[in-house]
C-alpha cells in the first residue's frame, strides 16, 4: 500500500510541475537573516520555553572544565569549535576555506581506515577517530590541521558561457599524533543547514523504502542507506547527514556535541580520545554525562520545531519556467518536492503534513568527480544522500559564504548543478545544453526555494 | 645552481610560514558566536601567521579560571568590566603598548577606558526601549522616549523587564538609571516601570523575541540585541533615552603573555579602523569606540559620541560596578520578589491619583511606596557590598528584614490607595 503511494507520488513529481502548496504551520514566510531560526508556527506556549532552551544550547559556547557553570561545561578534550552555530551560523550552512591559510571554520574533515566498524560504520583510524580535531583543551594537543587548496578549470555551457569550477585537495599539517597511513580515508564535509529536520524525520521510514523501490528515469537508481542507531541497537533506514549515515536526530545532535565539541551524552558517554591519546584520556571531563538528558531533550525539541522557509514568488514567470525545467532535467527525480510526514510522536504537530523538502533522502551515485572515496555503511565512494533544496535560495543571505555540496566546493547553485555526474550526468547535461536564459530561470527557481 | 637556489629560497620561505602558521594567541572571552565568528575571519585574514585560539568563560567563571596557576591566556577580550577592574588592580595586565591615538577614554560623562592604560575599551553598548511600531499603534500608545514614558499605567503589561541578578547586562541598565535620575527617584521610576513589565530572566525568549513577534509591545534592554535584530529583519525599533546609559567592553594584555606579539596585534587589530567597523556587521550592531569610524556608519546608526555633546551625565562607574550587588538583590526585594504586590499598589495609586489628585493621603501612600531599605550613602558601603558579592549571613538577614518591611509598606500604601478610591469623595 504504502510502496504503491509512494510510486505514484514519485512518477507525478517527475512528469509535472512541482507543488507548492503552503503549508502555514510548518513553514515560515520570513525571508530575513533569521529565516532558518523560526519556530513552526503550531508551536505552542507551552512548548516555548523548551524552544528557547533548545536554542540556548545551540548558540551556547561551551567551556572547557573545570567550570563554576557545570551546565555548559565539557568542551574538549579534543574540539573543532565551540559552539554549534560557529559552523551552522544563523542555523545555516557552512563553507569552504578559500585558501590553505584559512581555517576550517564551519568545515570538518572525517577520516577513516579500510574496512567497518562492528556495525557496518566506517572504521575509525585507531590514533586519530572518526574526523580531525583541529583543537585541543590546555595540555591536550589538537590534532592537526586540514588545509584546503583547489584546482580551478573551466566548464564551457551553451550559449558561449563559461563556468569556473575549482577542485579542492586536502593536506594536513601539524599532526600531532604520528603520520597518517597512505590508505587513510578522508571526506572533508561543511556544516549543513539544520532547520525542518523534524520534518524530515517524521516521513515514515516505509515511505523512504518506498521510494527507494519507485520507478525512475533511466539511470536513476537512488539507494536507502541502513546505519546503526545507537538507542535501538539495531540497524535502522540513515536519514540525516551527507551520506545519510544518521539514524534519527537525537543521535545525529549527540554525535556532533561529542564529535565536533567532546561534550558527552548518556548516547554517546565516552570523551572522543583514542587509546594513544594519553593526555587527552586524563583529560577532565564535566560529568558523566556532560550534557544531560534534559538539555539532549530541549536541543532535539528545538531541532524538531525549527520551521523550513516556504517558497517566494511561485507566481513568477521566471520561477515557473525555472520550475517546468526542474523537473525537465529530471532533477525532481531525486530531488522529490513533496513528501508526506506521518504521525510523529516526537512531535505531534509536525504530524501529517505535506512538505517540500526537495529531497528523497536516498543515496545516489554522483560519480568520480564527487567522490570522497570513503565508504559510510552502504553508501559507496560515490554516493551521497539527495541533499534537501528547501530554503537554498536564502543560504548566501544567511551565510554570505555559504557554500554547496558537501565539502562547500560550489560557490554557486549553477557551480554546483555542474558538479552533477554518475546517476546526473544526464540532468547537469541537460542544464549545459539549455540556452542561458533558461539556466537562469532554474537558477532563479532554486533561488525561490 | 640557479635553481638549487630558488629551490632553498622557497624552501625557506615555506619554513618560515610554517614556523609563523604554528603561532597562536589565546584569547579569554564571553562574547557570543557571532561576534567571535566575525573578529576571527578578519583576524585570520589580515595576520595569516597567527592562530586565535579562543576560550570561552562567563565572567565569573573566568576570574576562577585566571586565578588558577597556569591560565595560559595572552588575552582577556569581553565585555565584563569589573574584572578588568579588579584583574588591573591584582596587577594581572601588562600597560597596554599598543598605537591608542583616536581612542577617547570617555563618552561624555562616561569613563570607558582604564585612566592608567591597562585596559581600555573596545566597544559599547547603550540602554535604551525596544518598541513594535504595529503593537504601540494598534494599543494606541505613544513611542517611549524615556523610562519615565514607562512609568503610565498606559503600559500595564505591555512591557517586559529584565532581572539584574538573572540577566548579565542588566546590573548596569538599572544602575543608569539609578544614577540618572538620582537614587530615591530612580528606585520609583524603576519601581514604577516594573509595575507595568512581565520580568524577564534568563529562561525567558529573548526580549527581542517577544517585541519584534508583538507579543509585548515595549522591552527594556541593551541596544545591540533590539538593533541587531533590527538589521537581521525583525519588525522593531529602539529608542534611547535622552541620558544614555553605556556598558563597555574592554581589551587587555596578561603581563605574563606567552605569545606577546601575536597578542599585540591582536589588540591593535580589534582596536583599528577595520576591527571597529566589524561592529557594525548586522550580527554584532555594537557601538565604536573610535570615533572616526562613525563617518562611515550604516544609515541610523546611533553615534554615543554625538549623542553625549546633546546631554550627558556624569556616571560613576567605579561606584557602579561597586554595588552591582547590592542593586541587583534590593531589585530582587523591592520588585521581583513582590512583583505581585507591587503591582496592585501602583494600579491602585494610580487610580487614586486619577480620581482624587489632591488628596493628602496620595503623598503618604508614595512614601510607603517609595520606601527604600537603603540610603545612597548605605548603599556605597564597602563592606555591605562584599557581604552581597559573598552572600553571606549578614547579606541573607538584611534580605529577610528588607523583605518584611517591604511587604508592610506596600499594603500600607496599597491601604491608603484603597481607602481614597473607596472614600465617597
Same mark, same amino acid.
Given at each position: 500500500m504504502m510502496i504503491g503511494r509512494a510510486c505514484c507520488l514519485s512518477l507525478a513529481l517527475t512528469l509535472s510541475l512541482p507543488v507548492i502548496a503552503v503549508e502555514p504551520s510548518v513553514t515560515t514566510d520570513l525571508t530575513s537573516r533569521e529565516?532558518?531560526?523560526?519556530?513552526?508556527?503550531?508551536?505552542?506556549?507551552?512548548?516555548?520555553?523548551?524552544?528557547?532552551?533548545?536554542?540556548?544550547?545551540?548558540?551556547?559556547?561551551?567551556?572547557?572544565?573545570?567550570?563554576?557553570?557545570?551546565?555548559?561545561?565539557?568542551?574538549?578534550p579534543l574540539y573543532n569549535r565551540i559552539s554549534c552555530i560557529a559552523c551552522h551560523a544563523g542555523n545555516g550552512r557552512g563553507f569552504a576555506p578559500a585558501t590553505p591559510q584559512e581555517s576550517m571554520h564551519s568545515m570538518l574533515v572525517r577520516l577513516s581506515i579500510p574496512g567497518t566498524d562492528q556495525h557496518g560504520g566506517p572504521n575509525p583510524h585507531p590514533g586519530y577517530g572518526g574526523?580531525?580535531?583541529?583543537?585541543?583543551?590546555?595540555?591536550?594537543?589538537?590534532?592537526?590541521?586540514?588545509?584546503?587548496?583547489?584546482?580551478?578549470?573551466?566548464?564551457?555551457?551553451?550559449?558561449?558561457?563559461?563556468?569556473?569550477?575549482?577542485?579542492?585537495?586536502?593536506?594536513?599539517?601539524?599532526?600531532?599524533?604520528?603520520?597518517?597511513?597512505?590508505?587513510?580515508?578522508?571526506?572533508?564535509?561543511i556544516a549543513p543547514p539544520i532547520f525542518g529536520l523534524g520534518l524530515l524525520q517524521a516521513v515514515a521510514e516505509a515511505d523512504?523504502?518506498?521510494?527507494?523501490?519507485?520507478?525512475?528515469?533511466?539511470?536513476?537508481?537512488?539507494?536507502?542507506?541502513?546505519v546503526w542507531d545507537e538507542a535501538q541497537q539495531k540497524t535502522v533506514v540513515g536519514r540525516f547527514g551527507w551520506k545519510a549515515n544518521m539514524p534519527n536526530l537525537r543521535q545525529q545532535i549527540a554525535g556532533a556535541f561529542v564529535g565536533d565539541m567532546g561534550i558527552t551524552s548518556a548516547l554517546f558517554p565516552l570523551e572522543n580520545c583514542t587509546s594513544v591519546q594519553t593526555a587527552c584520556k586524563l583529560s577532565l571531563s564535566a560529568g558523566t554525562p556532560e550534557l544531560s538528558?534534559?538539555?539532549?531533550?530541549?536541543?532535539?525539541?528545538?531541532?524538531?520545531?525549527?520551521?523550513?522557509?516556504?517558497q517566494r514568488n511561485p507566481e513568477n514567470a521566471e520561477v515557473k519556467h525555472g520550475a517546468q525545467l526542474f523537473t525537465q532535467a529530471q532533477c525532481a527525480a531525486c530531488h522529490v518536492p513533496d513528501l508526506r510526514t506521518s504521525v510523529f510522536p516526537g512531535?505531534?504537530?509536525?504530524?501529517?503534513?505535506?512538505?517540500?523538502?526537495?529531497?528523497?533522502?536516498?543515496?545516489?551515485?554522483?560519480?568520480k568527480p564527487l567522490a570522497d572515496n570513503r565508504p559510510d555503511y552502504l553508501a559507496t565512494g560515490q554516493e551521497w544522500r539527495t541533499p534537501p533544496l528547501w530554503g537554498i535560495g536564502l543560504a548566501q543571505k544567511v551565510e554570505p559564504r555559504a557554500g554547496f555540496l558537501h565539502d562547500g566546493r560550489a560557490r554557486t547553485l549553477l557551480e554546483a548543478i555542474l558538479w552533477h555526474d554518475g546517476e546526473a550526468k544526464n540532468s547537469a547535461q541537460l542544464v549545459k545544453d539549455m540556452s542561458a536564459m533558461d539556466r537562469r530561470d532554474l537558477v532563479e527557481f532554486l533561488e525561490s526555494l | 645552481m640557479t635553481q638549487l637556489k630558488l629551490l632553498v629560497t622557497v624552501c625557506l620561505f615555506l619554513l618560515s610560514q610554517f614556523a609563523c602558521a604554528t603561532e597562536k594567541v589565546v584569547v579569554l572571552t564571553s562574547y557570543p558566536q557571532e561576534v567571535v565568528t566575525q573578529f576571527e575571519a578578519a583576524f585570520e585574514q589580515a595576520y595569516p601567521q597567527y592562530q586565535l585560539e579562543i576560550l570561552w568563560r562567563q565572567s565569573r567563571d573566568a576570574m576562577s579560571y585566571l586565578h588558577q596557576p597556569h591560565s595560559a591566556v595572552d588575552v582577556y577580550w569581553t565585555p565584563a568590566q569589573r574584572n578588568f577592574a579588579v584583574l588591573s588592580k591584582?596587577?594581572?595586565?601588562?600597560?597596554?603598548?599598543?598605537?591608542?591615538?583616536?581612542?577617547p577614554k570617555v563618552i561624555g560623562g562616561f569613563q570607558i577606558s582604564d585612566p592608567d592604560g591597562f585596559y581600555v575599551a573596545t566597544e559599547t553598548a547603550g540602554y535604551g526601549m525596544a518598541y513594535n511600531p504595529e503593537e504601540l499603534h494598534r494599543l494606541g500608545l505613544p513611542v517611549p522616549t524615556d523610562w519615565k514614558t514607562l512609568t503610565s499605567p498606559a503600559f500595564n503589561g505591555h512591557i517586559v523587564f529584565p532581572i539584574p541578578s538573572k540577566i548579565g547586562y542588566a546590573p548596569m541598565l538599572a544602575d543608569t538609571l539609578l544614577q540618572s535620575y538620582g537614587w530615591e527617584q530612580g528606585w520609583s521610576v524603576l519601581e514604577q516601570v516594573a509595575a507595568n513589565a512581565h520580568l524577564a530572566d534568563a529562561g525567558s525568549a529573548f526580549i527581542s523575541d517577544d517585541?519584534?513577534?508583538?507579543?509585548?509591545?515595549?522591552?527594556?534592554?541593551?541596544?545591540?540585541?533590539?538593533i541587531s535584530a533590527i538589521a537581521n529583519g525583525k519588525p522593531l525599533r529602539f529608542s534611547y533615552p535622552e541620558k544614555v546609559g553605556y556598558s563597555p567592553a574592554h581589551v587587555a594584555i596578561f603581563r605574563d603573555a606567552a605569545h606577546l606579539e601575536a597578542a599585540r596585534k591582536f589588540v591593535s587589530f580589534v582596536l583599528s579602523e577595520q576591527g571597529q567597523k566589524i561592529l557594525f556587521h548586522p550580527d554584532i550592531r555594537k557601538l565604536p569606540v573610535r570615533p572616526a569610524v562613525y563617518a562611515n556608519k550604516p544609515d541610523g546608526y546611533f553615534d554615543p559620541f554625538a549623542s553625549a555633546q546633546l546631554a550627558s551625565y556624569n556616571y560613576d562607574m567605579a561606584a557602579g560596578l561597586a554595588r552591582q550587588e547590592v542593586v541587583g538583590a534590593l531589585f530582587d526585594a523591592l520588585i521581583t520578589r513582590h512583583h505581585a504586590a507591587l503591582k496592585t499598589m501602583w494600579a491602585a495609586i494610580h487610580q487614586a491619583e486619577?480620581?482624587?489628585?489632591?488628596?493628602?493621603?496620595?503623598?503618604?501612600?508614595?512614601?510607603?511606596?517609595?520606601?527604600?531599605?537603603?540610603?545612597?550613602?548605605?548603599?556605597?558601603?564597602?563592606?555591605?557590598?562584599?557581604?552581597?558579592? =559573598?552572600?553571606?549571613? @549578614? %547579606?541573607?538577614?538584611?534580605?529577610?528584614?528588607?523583605? *518584611?518591611?517591604?511587604? =508592610?509598606?506596600?499594603? @500600607? %500604601?496599597?491601604?491608603?490607595?484603597?481607602?481614597?478610591? *473607596?472614600?465617597?469623595?
Open positions: 529565516a532558518y531560526e523560526q519556530p513552526v508556527s503550531a508551536l505552542s506556549e507551552a512548548d516555548r520555553p523548551k524552544f528557547f532552551k533548545g536554542r540556548n544550547l545551540v548558540r551556547q559556547s561551551w567551556v572547557i572544565p573545570p567550570s563554576e557553570n557545570r551546565e555548559i561545561a565539557g568542551l574538549g574526523q580531525l580535531n583541529e583543537f585541543g583543551v590546555p595540555g591536550v594537543p589538537g590534532e592537526g590541521k586540514a588545509e584546503v587548496s583547489y584546482t580551478e578549470f573551466a566548464i564551457k555551457l551553451n550559449g558561449d558561457e563559461q563556468v569556473m569550477l575549482r577542485k579542492p585537495s586536502l593536506t594536513f599539517v601539524d599532526l600531532a599524533y604520528g603520520d597518517f597511513p597512505a590508505d587513510l580515508l578522508t571526506s572533508p564535509r523512504i523504502v518506498a521510494l527507494e523501490n519507485a520507478a525512475k528515469p533511466k539511470g536513476i537508481q537512488g539507494k536507502v542507506n541502513r538528558n534534559e538539555q539532549l531533550d530541549a536541543s532535539e525539541f528545538y531541532h524538531f520545531a525549527l520551521a523550513a522557509p516556504a512531535y505531534p504537530a509536525l504530524s501529517n503534513k505535506t512538505i517540500h523538502p526537495y529531497t528523497d533522502l536516498l543515496l545516489h551515485d554522483m560519480g | 591584582e596587577g594581572a595586565f601588562r600597560k597596554l603598548d599598543v598605537d591608542l591615538k583616536g581612542l517585541v519584534g513577534s508583538g507579543r509585548i509591545a515595549v522591552g527594556a534592554t541593551i541596544d545591540f540585541f533590539a486619577q480620581k482624587s489628585p489632591d488628596d493628602p493621603r496620595l503623598k503618604s501612600a508614595r512614601m510607603h511606596a517609595n520606601w527604600l531599605p537603603l540610603t545612597t550613602v548605605q548603599v556605597n558601603d564597602a563592606l555591605l557590598q562584599q557581604s552581597f558579592i =559573598k552572600h553571606d549571613s @549578614q %547579606a541573607e538577614n538584611a534580605e529577610r528584614q528588607w523583605d *518584611e518591611e517591604i511587604a =508592610k509598606q506596600y499594603v @500600607q %500604601a496599597t491601604q491608603l490607595a484603597q481607602e481614597i478610591l *473607596e472614600s465617597k469623595k
